[in-house]
C-alpha cells in the first residue's frame, strides 16, 4: 500500500491493529519520538522496551502485554545499532508465539558505508512484519511518499483505511518516481549519494578524533546522523545549549529516551545536509565543551 511515508504508513497500521482489539504496542526506547504519541492517539498503550548493543531486547519485550512492536533494524534511530541475527530470530518467535504484528521501520537502510545493506527483516517472516519504507531520506521528506509491504491477513484493512483517510496518494507523483526507479536514475542517485554521505561521516569521524578525541562515536557507518558519547562528568544538555549559543545545533539523547534520562551523557549528530568543511568547523567550534571536566 502506498502511503505518504513512514508517518502514514506507521499511523494506517496503529488504527487497523487497534481496531482489530491489540491494546499495546512495544516501542524503542530510545526510540523515535512521534510512536508514542501516534499509539496514546489511536488509544493504544505505548511500552518502551530497552535498547541494546543487539538491538532490542526481546526478552523485555517477552515480559510486556504488546501484541505488537515497532523497530528500526537496519540502523536503529537513534543508537545507530543493527539488530543482530539472533535478536531477529527470538523476534519473529514471539511474534509468532502471541500472534504479535512486528513493525519494521526501514526508513534509512539505503545508507550503510562499510558494506552491503543487511536483508530486510520482513524477508525472514513476510507473514509476521509489515515493513514501511519511504523515500524520505533517499530522496526528500517533503515528497510524502512510502510503502507498507504488510502481511497477507492486515492487506484489507490497511487499504480500507487508506481509501477511508485520503482515497488515494498522489498520482503523478508515483509516476515521477516509477520513471526514476526504472530508468536507473534512482539506483545511480542512491550510489553517489551513498559516496557524499560516507564522505560527510568520515569527515565527523575525523573531526571528533582531532579535535574531541575524549568523545566516542557509536553506532554503524551508515544513515545521516550519529551518536557521541561525551565523556563521563558532563552535562548532555549543558554542552547542547553552549554549542547553541555559538550558533551549531547539537541534539541531546534525553529526547529520545523514554523517561527523558540524560545518563549516560550522548549526543545525536545530524550531518546529512552539512558540508565536509562545515562539519570540520562545526566540530571545531564546540572542540573545549567536549572535554572531560
Ligand atoms: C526513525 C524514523 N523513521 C522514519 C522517518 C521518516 O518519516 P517520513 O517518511 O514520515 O518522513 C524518520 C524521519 O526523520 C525517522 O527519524
Redesign the pocket.
Known amino acids: 500500500v502506498v502511503c505518504a511515508?513512514?508517518?502514514q504508513g506507521l499511523d494506517l497500521l496503529f488504527r487497523v491493529l487497534a481496531r482489530a482489539g491489540v491494546g499495546e504496542v512495544a516501542l524503542e526506547d530510545p526510540g523515535?519520538r512521534d510512536g508514542r504519541k501516534n499509539a496514546e492517539y489511536h488509544g493504544l498503550k505505548a511500552t518502551p522496551v530497552a535498547v541494546d548493543a543487539l538491538g532490542i531486547d526481546v526478552g523485555q519485550l517477552t515480559d510486556t502485554g504488546a501484541r505488537a512492536v515497532v523497530v528500526?533494524p537496519a540502523h536503529q534511530?537513534p543508537t545507530g545499532v543493527v539488530l543482530a541475527p539472533q535478536r531477529r530470530q527470538a523476534l519473529v518467535e514471539w511474534a509468532d508465539a502471541c500472534d504479535a504484528t512486528v513493525i519494521e521501520?526501514d526508513?534509512d537502510s539505503e545508507f550503510r558505508y562499510d558494506r552491503e545493506p543487511i536483508g530486510a527483516l520482513q524477508g525472514l517472516a513476510p507473514h509476521r512484519v509489515a515493513l514501511i519504507g519511504?523515500v524520505?531520506k533517499s530522496l526528500s521528506?517533503s515528497l510524502r511518499l512510502?510503502w507498507i509491504v504488510c502481511p497477507a491477513r492486515l492487506i484489507d484493512a490497511i487499504a480500507e483505511a487508506k481509501y477511508r483517510t485520503v482515497h488515494f496518494s498522489p498520482t503523478l507523483d508515483q509516476l515521477a518516481l516509477a520513471t526514476l526507479i526504472e530508468s536507473g536514475r534512482f539506483d545511480r542517485h542512491l550510489r553517489r549519494m551513498r559516496a557524499v554521505y560516507g564522505e560527510r561521516r568520515r569527515a565527523l569521524v575525523d573531526a571528533f578524533a582531532q579535535d574531541a578525541p575524549e568523545v566516542q562515536l557509536q553506532g554503524l557507518a551508515a544513515g545521516i546522523h550519529a551518536v557521541a558519547r561525551l565523556p563521563d562528568g558532563l552535562e548532555e544538555q549543558d554542552v547542547a545549549a553552549s554549542a547553541g549559543e555559538r550558533s551549531i545545533g547539537l541534539y541531546t539523547m534525553s529526547r529520545w529516551r523514554a523517561g527523558g534520562q540524560t545518563r549516560p551523557p550522548q549526543l545525536v549528530v545530524g550531518f546529512g545536509h552539512l558540508s565536509e568543511a562545515s562539519i570540520k568547523r562545526g566540530i571545531g567550534t564546540v572542540a573545549d565543551l567536549l572535554r572531560a571536566p
Do not use: M
Open positions: 511515508g513512514y508517518a523515535h528500526t534511530a521501520d526508513y519511504t524520505s521528506p512510502g
